[in-house]
């Protein structure tokens, strides 16, 4: 019998579900996101995707049985978190330190913020907390920065604290924060115990998260936020998994569903730190273009991925996929590890309104999330979109959407967007859906090049588009800027989903460590600083491997890298170096790290910001436990003649572009093949995706049917 992975990625606007056979062939489906059961949309999607395998819904009843691996990423818990829906949570802190969540600290007002929004006081707002002030309780505590105790627990503020929370407040959750605990988690652990006493005294159990075994990681606002989050909203969001996990047990599925983390890593729905899981969206893209970066031979790529609802950018620099410790998530910076992805609100569902005061176009940040505008002929959704302009300009067609499989008008388009735009701004309808297109690709393009590309030469690196909506707007956003090379995939519209099927099973832990080597230090002196690094990775690589082994695998299949996070002494910022040695007992040991770390430092940055001293600080340390999966692969098929094949081309359709109309050719992408070249003005059409390539570009298809997009010569 065949084995299958099958993988989702469920964004604000459409769910994608990619299912991948054990020789790397892969079809996708594609529903509309359903946040108030996410079931839904995922079924929707699984059942379209199984159609283009030529397997009908009553066919398919087994096919769970052939499934290896199933992997979900979607937006449960991030929903909990908007919605406030999770459990009523009660806060144990350092008394005091009541106020944490609500104080929170300056910078966190700035998070999703554009810049005329972050220069202006009136628009910063402090999220309301997940924990409001009442139901924090303060205990008598302190260890210092070295882990020793200073002032000793008052027990009885924790009982007298706990009891209030339970019985008073009814609190259904309590995270313990206290603010050392990452140095020596021993008060922590102590406050645990004396709440499970005071719980089995008063008959009522409630879930109980301590911010040392959360993050055990410095900056305590984001290990506070974290573990709150976690404590809040990771049991309600697991009900959402659940749910999708039944629904694939009906298909004969009897293996556990697995979620994608933050990192880059599958693990179990039932794996206790959820919240590791919280910010999975954009994930898959990123692990899908790391995989394809080891195909193509390319190790800086820039990855750009357009939804309805948001556009995600991440860069791999010299094959190193970013992580970010400290990610902001609604409103709050948290200490959880994620791929470093910056998001704005910029995607074919994006709202198009006309601020009344200025008498501008106003782009989102909010968006038509699942059912994006008049498109769709929604009833009192009469707010145009991006995709609405898309649809008048031509690009999009009116009978293709989904593979057609979706109706959409271009009456309530054209009637929206002239009452709500044209009119209002004196212009024609045309003109003013192409200028709000362009203004859609500039907010893209500095995106791209004044946030996420500051200080790399784009030369180096190769831009990426994916998503629905990334070849639709990929030439857009790339610009006139120097990129290496502009590219897609034909499966752009579930690349992310297929990235997540490119995933190891893994787990990641840190912890914060405070070690500084100087010139000035003998050999002796340096290696006694290193040995609380080593002291580290032992004991959480023994604690991975014993979560691993407690889900099921062999010892033998685990794998584990060390990690930890470096700077040149004095420098604001560190990064990540995985480690050549096992452990740091050596002076050898200790220079093969620190050559090392010069390497991926210059590489990364430029030689020129490398100091003269030898001078380094130690921060964190980090350690990936992981199990190899069954992965998709990206094939390499026999080459074609340049010419597309007669029954890829569809006709001719009038596209507005510059200010005018023009004949632009139709090719339907599904059919054509490796080594066709197409020139624009041209619209390639998929089930899942969209391809413009306006007048001055031209397209190859490769060996591995990537789309190589390219300025023809002038």
Not at 466 to 479: E, I, K, R, T
Not at 496 to 507: F, I, Q, T, V
Not at 627 to 655: M, W, Y
Request: proline content about 5%.
């Amino acid at each position: 019998m065949p084995r299958y992975v099958v993988a989702c990625d469920a964004g604000g606007t459409m769910t994608d579900v990619i299912i991948v056979d054990e020789e790397g062939r892969s079809v996708i489906g594609k529903a509309p996101t359903s946040p108030q059961d996410e079931s839904i949309g995922y079924m929707e999607s699984f059942w379209e995707a199984l159609e283009f395998m030529g397997i009908s819904q009553e066919e398919g009843r087994d096919f769970g049985k052939q499934i290896e691996t199933a992997i979900y990423t979607g937006t449960s818990m991030l929903n909990t978190v908007i919605n406030m829906s999770g459990y009523k949570t009660g806060l144990l802190v350092n008394k005091g330190f009541e106020d944490i969540l609500a104080q929170g600290r300056g910078s966190q007002t700035f998070i999703g913020a554009q810049w005329s929004e972050i220069t202006h006081m009136q628009y910063r707002k402090h999220r309301i907390p997940l924990v409001p002030r009442r139901q924090a309780r303060g205990v008598t505590e302190r260890i210092d920065m070295f882990g020793q105790v200073i002032i000793p627990m008052y027990e009885h503020d924790v009982r007298k604290g706990v009891r209030e929370l339970i019985i008073d407040e009814e609190v259904q959750s309590i995270a313990i924060v206290f603010l050392q605990s990452y140095t020596n988690p021993q008060h922590e652990v102590r406050a645990a115990e004396i709440a499970r006493e005071v719980m089995k005294e008063i008959g009522r159990e409630v879930v109980l998260e301590l911010s040392s075994q959360v993050a055990p990681t410095t900056r305590e606002i984001s290990r506070a936020n974290a573990t709150v989050v976690q404590a809040y909203a990771s049991d309600p969001a697991r009900k959402q998994l659940f749910r999708i996990e039944e629904e694939l047990a009906k298909t004969g599925h009897t293996h556990s569903l697995k979620t994608v983390l933050g990192y880059g890593g599958i693990t179990n729905i039932r794996y206790p730190r959820l919240f590791e899981a919280a910010m999975s969206g954009p994930v898959g893209g990123l692990m899908g273009a790391k995989y394809l970066s080891s195909v193509i031979g390319e190790e800086n790529i820039v990855c750009s991925d357009v939804g309805g609802t948001s556009f995600d950018a991440g860069a791999i620099t010299a094959g190193i996929v970013p992580i970010n410790r400290e990610p902001g998530f609604q409103g709050m910076y948290v200490n959880v590890p994620m791929l470093d992805i910056r998001s704005i609100g910029a995607g074919t569902g994006t709202y198009i309104r006309i601020d009344p005061l200025t008498n501008r176009i106003k782009l989102g940040p909010d968006s038509a999330g699942g059912t994006p505008g008049p498109v769709f002929m929604e009833a009192g959704n009469e707010i145009p979109t991006i995709n609405d302009a898309n649809l008048l300009l031509g690009i999009l067609s009116e009978t293709n959407y989904l593979g057609g499989k979706v109706p959409i008008s271009k009456a309530a388009s054209l009637k929206a967007f002239k009452e709500k735009v044209a009119d209002p701004l004196g212009l024609d309808v045309y003109e003013s859906a192409e200028t709000c297109l362009e203004l859609l690709n500039v907010m893209m393009r500095e995106h791209l090049v004044q946030s996420l590309m500051v200080g790399h030469d784009l030369r180096e690196y190769v831009l990426l588009g994916y998503g629905g909506g990334g070849p639709l707007h990929l030439l857009g956003y790339a610009g006139d800027y120097p990129w290496k090379a502009v590219c897609t995939v034909p499966h752009a519209g579930g690349f992310s989903a297929w990235g997540g099927a490119c995933m190891d099973y893994s787990h990641r832990r840190h912890k914060s460590i405070a070690s500084a080597l100087t010139a000035e230090m003998d050999d002796a002196t340096k290696l006694a600083y290193l040995k609380p690094v080593t002291a580290a990775w032992n004991d959480l690589e023994r604690e991975l491997i014993e979560e691993l082994e407690g889900e099921g695998f062999e010892r033998s299949q685990i794998s584990t890298s060390r990690i930890v996070y470096m700077k040149f002494l004095g420098q604001l910022h560190d990064i990540e170096v995985e480690s050549p040695v096992e452990s740091l007992d050596t002076v050898e040991d200790m220079n093969r790290l620190t050559a090392h770390f010069e390497d991926i430092y210059t590489t990364m940055l430029t030689l020129a910001a490398k100091p003269d001293s030898s001078d380094y600080q130690l921060t964190e340390v980090c350690v990936i436990a992981k199990v190899d999966t069954v992965k998709p692969t990206l094939r390499k098929v026999a080459l074609q003649g340049k010419t597309p094949p007669t029954d890829s081309f569809k006709g001719k359709r009038p596209v507005f572009q510059g200010g005018s109309w023009h004949e632009a050719d139709i090719w339907q992408m599904e059919k054509l093949v490796a080594g066709n070249e197409i020139d624009g003005l041209a619209v390639i059409e998929a089930s899942n995706t969209t391809l413009f390539v306006p007048p001055e570009w031209h397209v190859r298809i490769d060996e591995h049917e990537i789309y190589w997009i390219e300025r023809k010569a002038s």
